[in-house]
Structures are given as structure tokens and as C-alpha cells.
């Protein structure tokens, strides 16, 4: 989903638009069931190890839910761009693509990392989200500064700034699995 929403950034199409839709009702109508099974079994005897475990798995539905959820956000500003033909400068096109190729990096290692229960991969992610929150910042910056500028329109600033800030939010929440595997309960 959010490979698809960022690529509708780039060109907006009517079916891929309905497709990432259809995966986010899915992963809602996922989710939902999910919790409710979690919560039936926060019920049971559980050692220490089996209650963090079962608290750790809720925080991550919830988490690639809300990732889910942000997906479909980059998704509305790529239409809003594509209805109000905004268009980025080259220097913005090339930030955007080196965020979201950062951000997908690590919320794939992150999944993978879930799949797998493997805490190393995880920290090994996890240590991409600080470079995610620095770049994110970074061309925040540079965006104001083209703003000021001239080099592009003010409504086109707003949707770029609001990408950067979604991607970087998928980041955050990746980290937040990233914890999740690792057991660190204190942190999510």
C-alpha cells in the first residue's frame, strides 16, 4: 500500500487507486478480528513472557493499521495533486524519492523482521528511523526555502509537507514494531 500510494503521487490511476482502497478495508476488517482474538486471550493464564508477548502483538496490529491508514492519506494528497495539477520541482521529486525509498526500506525489514521474530533485524531497521526523522526535516526545510523562493506554489508546498509528514509517521510506527519484536514494552 504504500509503494502503491507513492506511486500515485507520481501518476495518478483510477485503478490503482481502487485497488490500494480495496487493501485498506482489508486490513481494517484484519485488524478488528485480530484485537478482538488478542483480547480473548489476554484473559487467559499467562506467564510474564506470554502477557508481554500478547501486549506487544496488540500494539503491532495497531501499528500497521495506523501505517495502513497513512498509505491511504499519501493516496488523497496524490489525488488532490493530480485534480489541482500541482506539480513538484525536480529537487522536491528527488527528496520524495529518497524518503520514501528510505521509509519502505525500513517498513519492509520491519515486516520482515515481524515475520520472521527476529529482534537483530529489527534493531537493524530501527536504527533507519533517526536518518528517516533527519531527512523528513531536512527537506521541510528545503521546501520552505523553495517556497520562499518562488520555485513552487504554495498549495503544492502544503501537499509535499504533508507527504513528508506521513512518511515519516509510517517510520515512526515501523520503529514502534520494531520495539514490539523486540519486547521493549517500556517504549511503545
Given at each position: ?10 501518476k495518478?490511476?483510477?485503478?490503482m ?17 485480530i ?7 489476554s484473559?487467559?493464564?499467562l506467564?510474564d513472557?506470554?502477557s508481554?508477548k500478547l501486549?506487544c502483538?496488540?500494539?503491532?496490529v495497531?501499528?500497521l493499521?495506523?501505517a ?5 492519506n499519501?493516496?488523497y ?10 506539480e ?16 519502505r526500506?525500513?517498513?519492509n525489514?520491519?515486516v520482515q ?5 527476529d ?12 536518518s528517516?526523522d533527519?531527512m ?10 523553495r517556497?520562499?523562493?518562488?520555485l513552487?506554489k504554495?498549495?503544492?508546498?502544503v ?30
Amino acid at each position: 500500500m504504500i509503494s502503491q500510494s507513492l506511486d500515485l503521487v507520481q501518476k495518478m490511476n483510477r485503478g490503482m487507486k481502487q485497488d490500494l482502497l480495496q487493501k485498506e478495508r482489508i486490513v481494517d476488517n484484519l485488524a478488528e478480528p485480530i484485537t478482538i482474538y488478542l483480547s480473548k486471550l489476554s484473559r487467559e493464564v499467562l506467564d510474564d513472557a506470554e502477557s508481554n508477548k500478547l501486549v506487544c502483538l496488540m500494539h503491532s496490529v495497531n501499528d500497521l493499521e495506523r501505517a495502513a491508514d497513512h498509505a491511504e492519506n499519501i493516496m488523497y494528497l496524490a489525488q488532490s495533486k493530480a485534480e489541482n495539477r500541482l506539480e513538484f520541482p525536480d529537487t522536491s521529486v528527488e527528496e520524495l524519492g529518497r524518503l520514501s525509498s528510505a521509509v519502505r526500506e525500513m517498513f519492509n525489514g520491519i515486516v520482515q523482521a515481524f515475520a520472521e521474530e527476529d529482534t537483530e533485524k529489527a534493531e537493524e531497521f530501527q536504527f533507519q528511523e533517526h536518518s528517516v526523522d533527519e531527512m523528513a526535516s531536512q527537506f521541510r526545510n528545503n521546501n520552505i526555502v523553495r517556497l520562499n523562493n518562488d520555485l513552487m506554489k504554495p498549495q503544492a508546498a502544503v501537499v509535499f509537507i504533508d507527504i513528508l509528514t506521513n512518511l515519516e509517521r509510517i517510520g515512526d510506527l515501523a520503529n514502534n514494531v520494531g520495539y514490539a519484536i523486540r519486547g521493549e514494552i517500556s517504549k511503545l
